[in-house]
T-cell receptor
Framework: GAGVSQSPSNKVTEKGKDVELRCDPISGHTALYWYRQRLGQGLEFLIY????????KSGLPSDRFSAERTGESVSTLTIQRTQQEDSAVYLC???????????FGSGTRLTVV | GEDVEQSLFLSVREGDSSVINCTYTDSSSTYLYWYKQEPGAGLQLLTYIFSNMDMKQDQRLTVLLNKKDKHLSLRIADTQTGDSAIYFC????????????????FGTGTQLKVEL
């Protein structure tokens, strides 16, 4: 597509439930990144995909967080047993490999109540 | 280590110039960026500068880099109300992630308010 698409744009969930966040990158962008933006803070790196593999997962905050990517396209970030501290905007970005900058999606605002 | 700092707020009058400042700590940074985030939107790449450059100009935007002091600034000339947004400074080292990805380290953002 023309840009990076994320869904849903907003998600409210109860504490303890699992959530899935979806990212559809720009066609041809083999590099895909997930970041988290907490209120009033900068972006925290979560995970990097090159193609369908995730060589760097160093930013995932706990084992409740996982992500996968299929067909060198859509990626899903899953948060199990959500906690209130998971409330944040989750941003996906994609790029050509080795390219200096990313294109970001508009994010999913997750609220855990 | 990586750390990027910015002031939180800046208020200017329409038509004036805005200068948003940023300091970073990693001298290995390859590229430095300015992103703009409008309410409810993702981050839009405004401009970037390679670390061996001192200045880059792009229409109303001027980026200055002082590598010795690890200081980056973004000047917006003739600031308009449409420039009201949060501006993020970011640094990256190409290929720093396992597998060769580019990790961007962001500041906390500067909220620019443009008053009439």
């Amino acid at each position: 597509g023309a840009g990076v698409s994320q869904s849903p744009s907003n998600k409210v969930t109860e504490k303890g439930k699992d959530v899935e966040l979806r990212c559809d990158p720009i066609s041809g962008h083999t590099a895909l990144y997930w970041y988290r933006q907490r209120l009033g803070q900068g972006l925290e790196f979560l995970i990097y995909f090159q193609g369908n593999s995730a060589p760097d997962k160093s930013g995932l905050p706990s084992d409740r967080f996982s992500a996968e990517r299929t067909g060198e396209s859509v990626s899903t970030l899953t948060i199990q047993r959500t906690q209130q501290e998971d409330s944040a905007v989750y941003l996906c970005a994609s790029s050509f490999p080795g390219y200096y900058g990313y294109t970001f999606g508009s994010g999913t605002r997750l609220t855990v109540v | 280590g990586e750390d990027v700092e910015q002031s939180l707020f800046l208020s200017v009058r329409e038509g004036d110039s805005s200068v948003i400042n940023c300091t970073y700590t990693d001298s290995s940074s390859t590229y430095l960026y300015w992103y703009k985030q409008e309410p409810g939107a993702g981050l839009q790449l405004l401009t970037y500068i390679f670390s061996n450059m001192d200045m880059k100009q792009d229409q109303r935007l001027t980026v200055l880099l002082n590598k010795k002091d690890k200081h980056l600034s973004l000047r917006i000339a003739d600031t308009q109300t449409g420039d009201s947004a949060i501006y993020f400074c970011a640094e990256s080292i190409l290929g720093i992630l396992t597998g060769g990805g580019n990790k961007l380290t962001f500041g906390t953002g500067t909220q620019l308010k443009v008053e009439l």
